[in-house]
């Protein structure tokens, strides 16, 4: 498989917990946030998305959690399962970037153990 | 299936080689981005375009080249000048927000 995310934090849950992966963002002035997920050998996976006028957003399992204040993103995955093991990524649109722009975060591995 | 079609899946540069990356999209998107993965990293955005026959550079364009013939296609070259190529490729198409990914390009050097 691929070596993406070699180095990357991890997070390890118990399958059946909920897990919530964390992300902090550089520009204040950013208006659309997405999260992806990203399986060893293949391309990053949409999963949800939110724009500034919100602060949470809910999808089927997974709820983002916008936070201008700290300049925050949280991603909760309900009732992780084994198949939700993968990285996970954030993103941010800055406005200043004149078109559809995305900056991506590090990556979190998380690791679902049954 | 509608989608983005990168191949090859692993490709391989000699010195002094450039190597052409194919992408593909059925999705009808005018906007196509090209970005580089290495280990423990993020994605960085190498070359994007917004319509065909147009293209600007990303954040890490030295070294690669695209062409934009086609609304359905745009290819990467990474050409001799990169000297460091070895990377996870992936193209993305979008219609506005999401940009939607395909499964990759891994080029090494022999």
């Known amino acids: 498989g691929e070596s993406v995310g070699l180095h990357l934090p991890t997070l390890s849950v118990q399958e059946g917990d909920n897990s919530i992966i964390n992300c902090a963002y550089s520009?204040?002035?950013?208006?659309?946030f997405i999260w992806y997920k990203q399986e060893s050998g293949k391309g990053p996976q949409f999963i949800i998305d939110?724009?500034?006028?919100?602060d949470k957003r809910q999808g089927q399992r997974v709820t983002v959690l916008l936070n201008k204040t700290v300049k925050h993103l949280s991603l909760q995955i309900a009732a992780t399962q084994p198949g939700d093991s993968a990285v996970y990524f954030c993103?941010?649109?800055?406005?200043?970037?004149?078109?559809?722009?995305?900056?991506f975060g590090a990556g979190t591995r998380l690791a679902v153990h049954p | 299936d509608g989608g983005i079609t990168q191949s090859p899946k692993y490709l391989f540069r000699k010195e002094g080689q450039n190597v052409t990356l194919s992408c593909e999209q059925n999705l009808n998107h005018d906007a196509m981005y090209w970005y580089r993965q290495d280990p423990g990293q993020g994605l960085r955005l190498i070359y994007y375009?917004?319509?065909?026959?147009?293209?600007q550079k990303g954040d890490i364009a030295e070294g690669y080249s695209v062409s934009r013939e086609k609304k359905e296609s745009f290819p990467l070259t990474v050409t001799s000048a990169q000297k460091n190529p070895t990377a996870f490729y992936l193209c993305?198409?979008?219609?506005?927000?999401?940009?939607?990914f395909g499964d990759g390009t891994r080029l090494s050097i022999l």
């Open positions: 520009n204040s002035a950013s208006d659309y």
């Open positions: 375009s917004q319509i065909v026959n147009d293209f």
């Open positions: 993305a198409s979008s219609a506005g927000q999401p940009q939607h």
């Open positions: 939110i724009r500034s006028n919100m």
């Open positions: 993103a941010e649109n800055p406005l200043s970037g004149g078109y559809n722009k995305l900056i």
